[in-house]
Each structure stands twice: as C-alpha cells, then as structure tokens.
C-alpha cells in the first residue's frame, strides 16, 4: 500500500524590510551627523542599499556613503552613513532629503524610508555699518561703508534715508544700495555732504536703513550720526570801536552779526559806569533776526554842550542773547568827547583911568 505524501509550506512571520534611524535630525554646519541602516530579515542573497538625494537638496549637504551591502552573513550589523554639513557664506537653513533603493534577493520591492537632514547655519543674516558716528566739516564730505555679513538667498535693497528733525544742510548721495549673492561682501559707500551755510551751528543729521529682500527682511541696520562741524564763528562785529564825538555833534558805530542765528537776536547797549553825562545813545537795545543778521545797524553816540572845558569819554557796552549768541562777547566802544570850550580868565578891563582920590572896578570871570 502506498501513502499519499504530504506537502508542509512555512509560514514565515518575518517581513523583508530595512530600517533606517533616525529619519530626521539636525547637523551643525561645519559638523557630521549619523543615521544607520540594518535589514529586518536575513536575506537570500546580497541586498544593496544606494543613497542618493532628492532634487533640490541643499548642496552643503553631503553623505560620506552612497551604497550599502548586506549579505546573508552580516544583514543584521547597523551600516552608519555620515551626514555632514560644509562652512558656508549664507544664514539659510538648508535641507535635505536623503533616498533609498533596495535591490537583491526577496528585496527587490521594499521601500526604505527616506532621511531629512537639516543645517543648523551658525551664520547669522546682518548688516554691518562703519562707522556710525562721526564729524563732516562744513563744505566737505564724509563716506560711511556698507556691507551685509552673509550671502543673501537673493538681492537685499538697504534704503537710505534721513529721520525726521535732521539738519537740513547735511544730505547724503544715494537713497539706496543693491547686494546680491555674488557682490554681497563688497561695500558700498554713502557719502555725506554738510553744505556751507550762514550759521555757527554744528548741525546734526541721523541717517536711517531699511533692509529687504530674501532671508534680510526682518534685519535691522544700524543708523549713523552725522554731526555738522561748521566753520562759522557766532559773533558780532563792531566798528570803529573808539572815536572822538564833537561837543554838540553826534557820530555813529555800526553792530552786524558774523553768522546767522537760529532765533532772534538781541544786543543790549549801555553806558559803562563812570562815563561822562554829557556823552549818550541814542538807543538802548539792537535786534538782529535770522533774515537781517548780515545787515548793519547804526548807533549814534552824541556829546552834549557844556560850559566845561574837559573831554569827557564814556565807555559803551554791549551784551548779546538768544539764537546760539548767550555766551558771545562783544567789544565795547571808547567815545571821546572833542570839547570846544577853552580854559581861560577873562578880565575887563584891562586898562583904565582912575582919579586921584577915587576908585574903579575892573571884572575877572573864567572862561
């Protein structure tokens, strides 16, 4: 008798499968990460695993492996792959997307999951000025430098522009400057003007910048202080500052302003203690606006007659305040009074008869 012979297929509770840990992690720019890979299950044969990046993966980001082998002899050994994220120029965070093919064996239609690196840039996205403070003479003209501090993504435009309440005499060349990625780390300059003006005042001017464009939109850029070194000397000329003033006549001086002032100016004029009554003025205070400031003004000096023969003198002086003037001295002026009365004695007469045995008078006054 013959038994019918029986068929026994095993029912594998294995999956063919690859692992891959982590899938997803950081790696310092200038620095390495690892993942690995291991199969689940002992293969038929060699099963290879290659590596290769998705499209648009960061070009920084490199594996020091592009296939792996596994054979029936060490399929459940960790393989490493080294992951490394090169020095750039830029802020960006890149990316990228590592793939997987696995051929061989039973393998041949498994999927293994894909790694993301991504770069931790130790580059931060900024705007370096130089310098931010400084002094720009009259008539002349100073440069400030430019320069962003990584490679932008794509153009960053800086916006040049003075704030509100900047002296109007100090203006800059250009309203904005252009970095791409390629000329990036060159600087650009802006050059700052102070014009010549009237005034003695050392006007000041902040410069503002904007910054857009790319991964720069959120950067802020230092401003500058321009202070105006002004080569105008707040004073007040007097001439002359000493004369003689005939008895009875009257001589003027003259008072202007050597540089504009930004308020009204006032000269007080006054007679010095100790100078002669006879000498006066004949006014008490001068006003020198921002729009008359350069026209002269006349004070007339008068010496009264007198019956004395003496040349009086008088000092006047002057004070000034307002508009930038408070700490100005000004010259006094020396007024001599040119008398036109002579010392003398007059007598009358100065011969006469007189009878014997009587009397004559004869006068004597002074001059």
Known sequence: VTASSVTATEADNDAAGVTVTPTSFAVTEGSSETYMVVLATEPSANVT???????????DITVDETLLTFTPGNWS????????????????????????????????????????????????????????????????????QVVLDT????????????????DGDITVDRTSLTFTPD?????????????????????????????????????????????????????????????????????KYRMVLTAEPFADITVTVSLAAGSDGDITVDKTSLTFTPDTWSTEQDVWVKAAEDADAV??????????????????????????????DAAGITVAPTSFAVAEGDSVKYQVVLD
Not at 51 to 59: E, K, P, R, Y
Not at 111 to 123: G, I, L, P, Q, R
Not at 203 to 231: F, K, L, Q, R
Not at 234 to 242: K, L
């Open 183 to 251: 000329n990036w780390s060159t600087e650009q300059g802006v050059w700052v003007k102070a014009a010549e003006d009237a005034d003695a005042l050392n006007g000041v001017a902040t410069i503002e910048h904007a910054v857009s464009g790319g991964e720069y939109n959120n950067v802020t850029a230092s401003s500058v202080t321009a202070t105006e070194a002004d080569n105008d000397a707040a004073g007040v000329t007097v001439t002359p500052t000493a004369f003689a003033v005939a008895e009875g006549d009257s001589v």
């Open 77 to 144: 050994t960790e393989q490493t792959v080294t992951v490394s994220a090169a020095e750039d120029d830029d802020a960006i965070d890149g990316s990228a997307t590592i793939e997987h093919v696995v051929s061989g064996g039973e393998y041949n239609n498994v999927t293994a999951s894909s790694v993301t690196a991504t770069e931790s840039d130790n580059d931060a996205a900024g705007v370096t000025v130089a310098p931010t403070a400084f002094a720009v003479a009259e008539g002349d003209s100073v440069r400030y």
């Open 311 to 340: 040349n009086g003198a008088a000092t006047i002086e002057h004070t000034v305040s307002g508009g930038g003037y408070n700490n100005v001295t000004v010259s006094s002026v020396a007024a001599t009074e040119a008398d036109n």
């Open 49 to 59: 695993v290659a590596m290769s990046f998705a499209s648009g993966a960061d070009a």
């Open 151 to 166: 490679r932008p993504s794509a153009n960053v435009t800086i916006a040049v522009s003075l704030a509100a309440g900047s």
